[in-house]
């Protein structure tokens, strides 16, 4: 692969102009696609095959509701301040008052008075009455001043002396991709690569190639959505914060290792070449690395799941594109400016391992650091293990939800009307489980079977009668659980009913908001045993093919999880318990979104492997050389660990940008990315892996005979292009010597 690299990296060079218009058009033709035909989801998440999906759509099917497109509901939860009955005056009156003022909101169709005699919408006590507003028309554009105008009115029904709150919603809006705090994480990111490189023009050329790649990654992820299916609101925003992160790193591998080609004298088409071929190398088996974790998303046969995954992915592989690709027209343009000006006067003066190390800094304080860590590695893995595992600590505590009841934010009106109503209407009033009843020959009698079932039940509050669909084979009932969508004993109740129904001739399914879900949140805590266990397979098979040992793989997988733990740890601290939330916009004090266990998994098992590539890779060059172990550990941790340390800080300040998102899902699965990249690159892979190596020694690179044997290698380190022997410069010596 090398030598592919090699000479592909030589062609992009010499051929600029083509490989710049070629991207040129494919991200021109990407962003004519997306402009004229992307698509976004309702942003619903369901599991096609649950039993709760299954009747949802035999539900839709048997019982049509006419003219839903574009309408929407939001209730006004009204409460007297003294506990007085809000059916006496003046309140009353007020509240006729307000039903048909709010009749002249934008877009409403009707409102339903509290006091309806057919449905009246009034507390047991008494002190709180709900009104309903009905909504036609809307739209993603209009929604959010539809909204905005409904919550003015709200603050004019305060000032009547009654307790008054907004429930509900309109529409999905799509959170915005770049926000302030992203773009202030880039340049962040940015700083960090001149602090890295010494040099604007390598810092802007690295920042550059990955901005490209973003752009054509998330225009290719909108064109696909035109094509193919509507794309979910969240799934562009994770393609960018993780294109935006690799694309970072990936160039700033391949820079590093041309930067030291030229110190060390080559022209600069050998020294692109030589780069590509070898840092290319690495960045070509870790991107691939990272691309079958995020596509093994779809092993779980979730829906968007899958798309996130594969959207994020599609990005990566652009990212790797692009550092293979145009990045080397930028090195062959730039030439020896990506250098510092100190430097481009004494090209060629060092040696291979100067020009290596040039790049470090603070490589005399790593060195201390590595001879620590190695001459102390009980100590060592000890401390580091240890803070891991504390950061895990809080994932014992972890809760997970699909959709959060009132929404994600317990300060806003939306919450404090779904509370109130909780409070004085019951906690499962709002998310009533709906059972269907099928039966194309004694429908009548088992509905009144299921319904005197349901009854007798425990957590059950109130069973409505049954409602036969129009083809009369169906029958819904609507079953009021004491406890709200969230609680344990709702979950009991769901479970107990389908095992309790199965003596029934009909079909009993339960579905609803509530029990869709349950469905989605069992089934994503089952996939993600599977997923944990083909990444850990998947790592273990890569990293002994790499590394050729068995161990060290075993050690690699091990921190990974180590790191995994720690990323969703401190993530379940601050938005589950609140613990530094002043900190982030998000809000918290809420159970984590079903789906980021999963996702966290997926991107962070390929990030960390990234980091072990890069770092170990040069162990073992030195310990082929004839290194002792501890000897090969320095020398590969004092040529590798600076660009490390860059890499990892530069992703943690992309990651972080996004930290600060207001979306919580956004903002969860940032920080849980953040730490967890702090915890692999900082502390496993430049504390637990040498120490553990240390405490090995020599049997750290033990691996059977016959393995070795049908093991494929893999030249990360570009041996095959030594005998190369600088092909364009022999070339024209060959040339020189014919004339």
Known sequence: MARFLYKLGIYSARHRLLVVLSWATILVTAGLVALTGMRFSDGAFEIPGTESSKALTELEREFPVVNSDGDGIL?????????????????????????????????????????????????????????????????????????????????????SGLEAELGGTLGNPVPEILGPTEIIGALMA?????????????????????????GVGILGVFASSAFLQPVGSVTPILAVMLGLAVGIDYSLFILARFRAELRQGKDLETAVGRAIGTAGSSVVFAGTTVIIALAALAIVRIPFITEMGLAAAFSVFVAVAMA?????????????????????????????????HSDITKITFLEKTASFVVDAPVRSLIAAIGALVFLAIPVLSLQTTLNTPGGVDPDTSQRRAYNIISEEFGAGTQSPLIVLVQDDTNLVADAAEVSKLLTSMNGVDMVTPAHASASGTSALISVIPEGGPTDDSTHALVQDIRDRSGHIDAEVSVTGETAVSIDVDAQL?????????????????????????????????????????????????????????????????????SLLPILIV???????????????????????????PREAILDGFSKSAFIVVAAATIMAAVFGGFALSPSPLVASIALALTVGVIADAFIVRMIITPAAMSLLGRAAWWIPGWLEKVLPTIDTEGHGLDRLKDQPRAAERSSELVS
Request: aromatic letters at 8%; glycine letters at 8%.
């Open 324 to 356: 293979l690709t145009l990045l080397p027209v930028l090195m062959r343009t730039m030439g020896t400016k990506v250098l510092p000006r100190r430097e481009q006067q004494h090209i060629g003066e060092a040696s291979t391992d100067t020009a290596r």
């Open 602 to 628: 997926g991107i962070l098992f390929g990030l960390a492997m990234d980091y072990q590539v890069f770092l170990v890779s040069g162990m073992r060059e030195a310990y082929t050389k004839g290194y002792s």
């Open 190 to 214: 940015f700083a960090v690569l001149f602090i890295t490189f010494g040099s604007l023009v390598a810092a802007g050329a690295n920042m550059l190639t990955a901005l490209l790649g973003v």
């Open 75 to 159: 209730q006004l939860v009204l409460r007297t301040e003294d506990g007085q009955p809000i059916t006496n005056e003046p309140f009353a009156s007020n509240i006729a008052t307000l039903t048909e003022s709010a009749t002249s909101l934008s877009h409403v169709s009707s409102v339903r008075s509290p006091f309806d005699p057919a449905q009246p919408y009034v507390s047991p006590d008494r002190t709180t009455a709900v009104l309903t507003l009905n909504f036609s028309g809307i739209s993603k554009e209009n929604a959010e001043e539809v909204y905005a105008e409904a919550e003015t009115f709200v603050e004019t029904v305060r000032n």
């Open 525 to 593: 805590n089952e996939a993600l045993v599977l997923y944990i266990a083909v990444i850990v397979g998947l790592s273990l098979v890569l990293l002994v093919v790499l590394f050729r040992s068995v161990l060290i793989p075993l050690i690699a997988t091990l921190g990974f999880l180590l790191s995994l733990g720690a990323g969703i740890g401190v993530t379940v601290a601050v938005f589950q318990w609140s613990w530094a939330d002043l900190l982030f916009s998000a809000p918290t004090g809420s159970p984590l979104l």
